[in-house]
């Protein structure tokens, strides 16, 4: 009968000392740096954008509680501007997050 011991399955592959030494020699090039001056110009810019997005979206405050002003509230800076302005920003993040350093 043939039986396979436990002692001769290597559940542990990558810590065979054979398999290590030969990691070792392909060395990668790996920056320490996640993000330069550049990605986080882009990010900042980005977070101006959503800031000027957030701030349009804003406001609609009638003087009179009483009042309600379809114009002021359902204004095209609101309904329009504003949204496609703070989904610009995120674009912008998005890009900022995945261009790679120089």
Known sequence: M????SSSINFFPILQPNKLNHMSHHKQNVDSVLF??????????????????????????????AIFDT?????????TIAPILIVLGLLVEVYAIFKKPK
């Open 2 to 5: 043939n039986c396979i011991s």
């Open 71 to 79: 114009k002021e509230v359902y204004s095209t800076t609101r309904i």
């Open 36 to 65: 330069n001056k550049e990605n986080y110009t882009w990010m900042l810019i980005g977070g101006l954008v959503i800031a000027l997005g957030m701030f349009l979206l804003s406001g609609g405050k009638s003087p009179d509680p």
